[in-house]
């Protein structure tokens, strides 16, 4: 039977509740990374290996997609943030989740048919869903997770989103090794199609997060049932920051290069030999992204604001490293985009180089937007402005891809598209340095009030370990539990 409990009945410095639990705040993000892994990542294997190839007018097709798809992404995550607010998590994800298996099969269909209204339709109904999807994982980040655990949290959900891209990326590359055509097996699309629609399964677990309660027995926050138009009021606001919107180029770049990787790999490398390349990009990207949320949380380091220096700087010298070795590339092939790519194989002498440079640009990808999101993510504490600060990131984002997508469509050369990027990128580094500098502080929990502050941060703080009215553990927590917990700690 579940009692209602509150600070002056629990003492929240005795209690540590169970790790595996579905109101634990780690395992709702342990659930949210797996639908990553299943969705998204799949989504980056696919896309990676050129979907819908094996016709001429492949590339055009997957520009023109996923141009609708990110143009469309851009509203509904600002949108998003309201709906998550409103809806809460399960039911945000359990739909967001949708929009997957129908854009592979969409792939499929033109892999098949060669008509393109179905993967266009496919695209925008992907982009109205990914936008739940992905405010929903930078909420989490965000707002869920402790000051001293943020750089950790981003680290995991894209370390999941990459190891699907890769276990995919496996998938494809067994079937494809000796294959003989350049479009994607039929099979690769079934076996894609299934993860994802079963990872609903996955959202269907999560819980309101107002039934969330840490291992120390606190709350996340005080949360209040919201209307639609209070929920579109946080967004206004959340837009009317100052520091949001001196972030703007800075969220807009991220994923720009995402499209020219894509449309490279396509066009320069045969088949199994981009399978093998979706592989080593994703398998890059697991312990650079986890290094970097390292650093991002390393107290050792010193404040906050330090760290995110560290962040900054390390990703300003990889990127411009990586432009620097992709232009000298590049210029040593002179593409022509009017005719056929020279089907680079992985026995070929051109490959050696050609892969550590494919790497060594895909690294920086989960770094990038990660650390944009810790400096976002830095700036509050409190969920429902987490939940609007995150939706204007991922829209934002979104549409950076979206124009990137647009421009590849046009077959512009691939130095004017890399140069871009550069310069957007470069643009950053100042913006995020001053950003971090002004108003990045070691911790928000003491000006937000509707934020519960964790047990261990009332202790190095010296505050009082109970906070009158403010309900240490959730009404849905058994006494049993309660009691084990604490008997645990005698």
Not at 102 to 115: H, K, N, P, R, V
Not at 328 to 348: C, E, M, N, Q
């Amino acid at each position: 039977m579940a009692e209602s409990l509150d600070a002056s009945t629990v003492d929240t410095s005795s209690l540590k509740l169970p790790f595996l639990r579905r109101t634990n705040p780690f395992i709702q993000n342990l659930l949210m990374s797996a639908c990553l892994f299943c969705n998204p990542g799949l989504y980056l294997a696919i896309t990676l290996l050129g979907a819908g190839g094996g016709r001429p007018s492949s590339t055009s097709m997957a520009d023109t997609s996923n141009g609708v798809l990110y143009g469309v992404f851009t509203f509904s995550a600002i949108g998003a943030s309201s709906v998550l607010n409103i809806l809460g998590p399960r039911i945000t994800v359990a739909f967001a989740i949708t929009g997957y298996p129908i854009y592979i099969g969409a792939m499929w269909y033109f892999d098949t048919s060669g008509q393109l209204w179905y993967p266009v339709f496919a695209g925008a109904y992907l982009g109205l869903t990914a936008g739940c999807l992905w405010t929903t994982a930078a909420w989490m980040s965000n707002s869920l997770a402790e000051e001293k655990d943020k750089g950790l949290w981003r680290a995991i959900q894209w370390t999941c989103n990459v190891s699907g891209a890769a276990v995919g990326a496996c998938i494809a590359l067994g079937i494809n090794w000796h294959a003989k055509t350049a479009g994607v097996p039929h099979s690769v699309y079934i076996i894609f199609i299934i993860i994802q629609t079963a990872s609903i399964s996955f959202a269907m677990l999560m819980v309101d997060p107002e039934k969330l309660i840490r291992p120390d027995g606190t709350k996340i926050a005080i949360f209040n049932k919201m209307s639609l138009k209070e929920a579109l009021l946080e967004t206004k606001k959340a837009f009317a920051d100052i520091r949001v919107l001196m972030l703007i180029p800075a969220l807009f770049a991220p994923e720009i290069f995402f499209p020219l990787q894509a449309s490279i790999n396509a066009y320069a490398f045969n088949l199994r030999t981009r399978t093998l390349n979706t592989l080593l990009n994703n398998l890059i990207q697991i312990p650079v992204t986890i290094g970097m949320g390292y650093i991002l949380d390393c107290e050792k380091l010193g404040t906050r604001r330090k760290r995110a220096f560290i962040g900054i700087t390390i990703d300003a010298v990889w990127i411009t490293g990586a432009y620097i070795a992709q232009t000298i590339w590049l210029s040593s092939w002179k593409f022509d985009r009017s005719v056929a790519g020279p089907s680079i194989d992985i026995h070929d002498k051109a490959y050696a180089g050609a892969v550590v440079i494919y790497m060594f640009y895909a690294a920086q990808y989960g770094i990038f937007q990660n650390l944009v999101i810790y400096v976002l993510g830095g700036l509050t504490n409190e969920p429902r402005r987490s939940a609007a600060n995150s939706g204007i990131f991922v829209g934002i984002l979104s549409a950076g891809t979206a124009v990137s997508f647009g421009v590849d469509a046009t077959a512009q050369s691939y130095e004017n598209e890399n140069a871009a990027f550069f310069a957007l990128a470069t643009l950053c580094w100042p913006i995020l340095y001053f950003v971090s500098w002004k108003y990045l502080k070691d911790t928000n929990y003491l000006s937000e009030e509707s934020v519960i502050v964790p047990v261990h941060v009332r202790k190095e703080l010296h505050l009082d370990d109970k906070i009158e009215g403010i309900p240490a553990v959730s009404d849905d927590v058994e006494i049993g539990e309660i009691s084990t917990a604490k008997q645990g700690k005698m």
